[in-house]
């Protein structure tokens, strides 16, 4: 800003003292040095209410990304939590369906004619093989009967119990 050098400064000491005076000269320097401290405290204090406002700015600026961040991550845990809810529900409706459906005959009573098509196998009950289809032979749903969900139940009684 100002470029003083040692040489201006001791001319400016001179002329200084041949115009104010000896006598005069202490007095002004401490005047002088009494309004230089103000402007600096005022200087420091605009400084410090200036990087306040830009915490300020950069606190709030800071908050909205964090605001922003929990609101996608809300939406990515909710779109996750509704996938996962749908395929479970796809999942339970995939049982349900095989449920309702019935048992599936056993491997070995099943067998496919030359075309591919499932044909039941009576040869074991002394009969010839016939094709199936929906409207001949529709599966019975598996009856499940207290018995068979007893008794499970049963023996994991006797194991807590022994």
């Known amino acids: ?3 003083i050098t040692s040489s201006k ?9 041949l115009v104010i005076g000896p006598k005069d000269l202490p007095a002004l320097l401490r005047t002088i040095g009494k309004y230089m401290g103000i402007i600096k405290r005022h200087a420091a204090d605009f400084r410090a209410q200036f990087e306040e406002a ?5 606190l709030d600026q800071i908050k909205k990304d964090v605001e922003t961040l929990g609101t996608e991550t809300e939406a990515g845990m909710l779109a996750a939590e509704q996938a ?12 349900d369906a095989t449920l309702e459906s019935g048992a599936k005959p056993a491997a070995d009573a099943m067998a496919h004619d030359g075309d591919g098509l499932p044909v039941a196998n009576t040869a074991g009950a002394g009969g010839a093989s016939a094709p199936l289809n929906g409207a001949d032979h529709a599966p019975e ?7 068979a969900h007893a008794a499970p139940a049963s023996a994991e009684t006797q194991k807590s119990g022994a």
Do not use: C, N, Y
């Open 84 to 95: 996962v809810d749908k395929e479970i529900a796809d999942a339970q409706l995939g049982v």
């Open 9 to 17: 400064l001791l001319i400016l000491g001179i002329v200084a003292l």
């Open 1 to 3: 800003m100002f470029d």
């Open 54 to 58: 830009i915490r300020e700015s950069e």
């Open 141 to 147: 749903p598996a009856v499940a009967t207290e018995e």
